[in-house]
């Protein structure tokens, strides 16, 4: 497509249960980046995909989190056992390179209830 | 101290007004951007820098290395321009963030 697609848009989940939340990136960006914008809160780095290099995952709060990127293309992010502070808007961004111009996602909001 | 420190917190301005936002960043870095985030949440990138100025319709960008901080500056302001501009610097993986600037443009 066009832009980068994340998938769902919203979703509420109860407390204890594990989300997959997905990114579909601009074709032929080789460059994938998670955040996550709590409420009240700026932006906070999760993850980076480069390539077939391994990710850089020094931003992931906890090891609830992980993420793949299956083919260098769409990328999962996983929470398990969501707890109600990981409530917050999860943004995908893609580049052609790591210090390129980068296109947002509409990101997808999290609710754990 | 943040890495990134942006000035003003929030900024309320009449149409017609100029607009300036500052940057600071205490680290090395590959370039700075800025993003407009609307208050739907969707986040746009309006400019790259590593070195100069870029200057996209009524938006200018400046970045000054030796000083380490940048400004975005708005000409002839508009209500349409009320968003949260996020100051943002790279590395060579990562992207820090300043806290943003909350732009309200008044008719």
């Known amino acids: 497509g066009a832009g980068v697609s994340q998938s769902p848009s919203n979703k509420v989940t109860e407390k204890g249960k594990d989300v997959e939340l997905r990114c579909d990136p601009i074709s032929g960006h080789t460059a994938l980046y998670w955040y996550r914008q709590s409420l009240g809160q700026g932006l906070e780095f999760l993850i980076y995909?480069?390539?077939?290099?391994?990710?850089?995952k020094s931003g992931l709060p906890s090891d609830r989190f992980s993420a793949e990127r299956t083919g260098g293309s769409v990328s999962t992010l996983t929470i398990q056992r969501t707890q109600q502070e990981d409530s917050a808007v999860y943004l995908c961004?893609?580049?052609?390179?790591?210090?390129?111009?980068?296109?947002f996602g509409s990101g997808t909001r999290l609710t754990v209830v | 101290k943040n890495e990134v420190e942006q000035s003003p917190q929030n900024l309320t301005a009449q149409e017609g007004e100029f607009i300036t936002i500052n940057c600071s960043y205490s680290v090395g870095i590959s370039a700075l951007h800025w993003l407009q985030q609307h208050p739907g949440g969707g986040i746009v990138s309006l400019f790259m820098l590593s070195s100069g100025k870029k200057k996209h319709g009524r938006l200018i960008a400046t970045i000054n290395i030796q000083e380490k901080h940048s400004s975005l500056h708005i000409t002839a302001s508009h209500p349409r321009d009320s968003a949260v501009y996020i100051c943002?610097?790279?590395?060579?993986?990562?992207?820090?963030f300043g806290a943003g600037t909350r732009l309200t443009v008044k008719p």
């Open positions: 943002a610097v790279s590395g060579n993986n990562d992207m820090r």
């Open positions: 961004a893609s580049s052609l390179a790591g210090a390129s111009g980068y296109t």
């Open positions: 995909f480069q390539g077939n290099s391994a990710p850089d």
